[in-house]
């Protein structure tokens, strides 16, 4: 058999772009939204189509493919010493509403892609490479953002606060897995679980989400680390009332709690002392949502992050301070404050920062260090394996946005790095 270790020249390395962009339209089909946008969301019909293509291109590929309890999808090409520990890499295809194609799509196809371009060079692995379609990196539908990532390590409260879970439809995380094929035999979710340094290492190529790679011209990030992200749920309630006959001094509005606590947010986060820190109100829901009615009850969802932990809770302690004070003022009763996740930030190998520094050298392409603003289930494999992430630019850094958009070169590049990076770590 070839030798395992990379006896092609880099400069060989062929990636199959028109086939490649002819599976991201193909699987941007695949969405709850009008083409340009995308929406797909966790085992919703149209993520249960988008899994079976995912599935079919792993098979192409001659990967062999197992999934586990929540559908996260593993693609194993098989190594001539496969005992050893695998290297693995892989993104999502779960999409929030109304966003783009490529968020997570890259991390897939493109891993998929690289798999075909060492294949075609007459590579062959000695650890064994493995593909993961990651279940749900998203938190649009159960709240949780990475769910498939983070019980992969083995995050035991999360497997155990997913039986109690529902989406906004009142359906129970078990019975919207089991919709979609999953979870059948067993609802003890740590099955899931990998043990620590069941892989050897773990990359993702994704697009930056950012302007930085595009405006500086250089076609390649190698992450150094990814930000530390957070996420509150909150619920006020008031009397709510007749917009014309309450008057003023007689009420206690929950929407104006909620609007005085999105303006909080924004200021703690601007009080932090660095442009590093950044908070989001991307969810207030006014009840009954009626022009005339004084809402009695509001759901406000708030991101906050920084690459900063201790930044980032301080905000978040002083977010908290803010919601029990605006209650107070303003008669209203807080009824729900949540923390979904304060998670660390990861830092990343620099055993494969420098492996991914040479990969660039040898194609010939540029890179620069940086670090993800977005997280990503590279944030949470992490925690069992060592960790890299390949950025490439987008357009103008658009993102979670139908105009998001990588070009063909952009994308070639990002799978020529990744299948060369793959090809180092697989022989060490
Ligand atoms: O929100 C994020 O950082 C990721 O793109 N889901
Ligand atoms: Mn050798
Ligand atoms: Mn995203
Ligand atoms: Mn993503």
Known sequence: SPPHHYSFSPSSLSVDIQGLQRQIEELSSFSDAPAPAVTRILYSQKDVLARRYIKSLMEQAGLSIHEDAVGNIFGRWG?????????????????????????????????????????????????????????????????????????????????????????????????????????????????????????????????????????????????????????????????????????MPARNDAGLAAAELALAVEKHVLDSGSFDTVGTVGVMELHPGAVNSIPSRTHVEIDTRDIDEERRNVVVNKIHQSAVRIAENRGVKLSKFKIVNQDPPALSSNSIISTMREATKQLNVSFKLMISRAYHDSLFMARISPMGMIFIPCYKGYSHKPEEFASAQDIANGVKVLALTLAKLSAE
């Open 79 to 247: 190594g001539t010493e496969a005992a050893l520990s695998a290297v693995a890499t892989g993104s999502h295809i779960d999409a929030i509403p109304y966003s783009g194609k490529y968020d997570g799509v890259i991390g897939v196809l493109g891993a998929i892609e690289a798999i075909n371009v060492l294949k075609r060079s007459g590579f062959q692995p000695k650890r064994s490479l493995e593909v993961i379609m990651f279940t749900s990196e998203e938190p649009t539908r159960f709240g949780i953002s990475c769910l498939g990532s983070r019980l992969l390590a083995g995050n035991e409260e999360l497997a155990i606060a997913l039986k109690q879970a529902v989406d906004g439809k009142n359906i129970s995380f078990l019975e919207a897995a089991r919709s979609a094929g999953y979870a059948v035999h067993e609802d003890d979710l740590s099955s899931v679980f990998l043990k620590k340094d069941y892989y050897f290492s773990f990359i993702e190529l994704h697009i930056e989400q950012g302007p930085i790679l595009e405006e500086e011209g250089i076609p390649i990030g190698i992450v150094t680390a990814i930000a530390a992200p957070a996420s509150i749920s909150i619920d006020f309630e008031g009397n709510g009332g007749h917009a014309g006959a309450v008057l």
